[in-house]
């Protein structure tokens, strides 16, 4: 059963939809009970930094924390995998998990901003294969749609290029975060998020 | 080799009475099948986006069609857009729930701006595309005025499924919707639509130099050397067609390995 964390920001019904093609059960709740004791969790977010504010004040935030300690599979999206850094320079206020290093800023480019439509990610040389993209082949397209981009730093597991280069994806043992849309990529889209699926269900046979 | 995001090719779903149409100008509607299905075998055969308008929504004075819009969505995993009849901030969150992840406002954002700002502020301006339907001025119909803010190609907007003249200037327009917060321009040429002979390119070139989001430029596609033009001399970051598509006339990938041979970046293999 995978958890999504609704913050009431933005829409959840294309990432549950895609979880449901991939005959995975879904739930979705904002009640950090419910979150803390997930068996897998994935935060959809789109628009502004500061929404994630409400993840602190309702008490979301310490749930995500308890659970990616105890070694719940968590997956953010957009601006979900932005939440994963310290911050943004979108909301300077708000306060990201901090669980990579660095902080989201706007893109510098003279190219339009925001970064919309479908691009290509390369994996980053790491020591262990991404897990989040297995079967993925390097140069796949995927499709982002932000203005504010992650850094290149220890945990990217892909990055893409637009104007400058930018973290893709990241993963750190049971920690995922994509800055594009899986759940509207097609079927890369689609095995990104079975390959997720898949390490949650063999985590919690274990 | 990442370099760089790809022109996209979108496919229009014009919808009325929960069936697909295409008409010449708006006019004389022909059926061209059931939505849900268009909608996938577009995606399965390469369009990198969908849109449905319902395009007498808005004319009947009659909310959209939610059935429709989640039937549609339930298995197409690319980006969906949604249109017509939106009026409120209610009407885009049904149409959420249902499953665009994005909508398309044209009528209501003339009559009451304020609702592109707070759509975007809702649901992020990634969600909020401002479709605009222009028209040509005739060269009698020009002023001074127009000839100074439109890079010299005067268009007017039109509202309604271009049933009313609203006396706004396209370029203008679009500058407004991106200063409330839209996130991409849906620009339609009424003089092009349906004609098969070519988007207007000027008037695309226009509009999309004057705003930084994207632009996606709509009316005329008839063949691929048509998608070439608005990508280079329109500068358009996205190009939208309906009845070719649904006719079968043209093969998505073929047109897309043409618009690479041209140095085109588009998403192929898709």
Known sequence: MITLIDYKAGNLTSVRKAFNYLGQQSVVTGDPALVRDAEALVLPGVGHF?????????GVRAAVLEAIARGVPFLG???GMQWQFAGSTEAPETQGLALFEGTCERFRTSLKVPHVGWNQIRRTPAAEPSRLLGGVPDDSFVY???????PVVAGVSAVTTYGETFAASVERQNVFGTQFHPEKSGDTGLRILKNFCDY??????R | MSTGITKRIIACLDVTKGRVVKGVQFVDLVDAGDPAELAHLHAASGADEIVLLDITATSDARPILIDVVRRTALQLFVPFTVGGGVRSLDDASALFDAGADKISINSAAIKTPAIITEIAERFGSQAVIVAIDAKRKLAAEVTTEDAAVSSNVPAEVYLAGGRIATGHDAVEWAREAESRGAGEILLTSMDCDGTRTGFDCPLTAAVANAVNIPVIASGGAGSGDHFVEVFKAGCADAALAASIFHFGIHDLRELKAQLQREGIPVRLPC
């Not at chain 1, 500061?50 to 309702?58: F, G, K, N």
């Not at chain 1, 982002?144 to 992650?150: I, K, Q």
């Open chain 1, 50 to 58: 500061c929404t994630t504010e409400r993840l602190a004040s309702s």
């Open chain 1, 144 to 150: 982002f749609t932000h203005s504010y981009r992650a």
């Open chain 1, 77 to 79: 999206i957009c601006v």
């Open chain 1, 200 to 205: 949650a269900a063999e985590r919690s046979a």
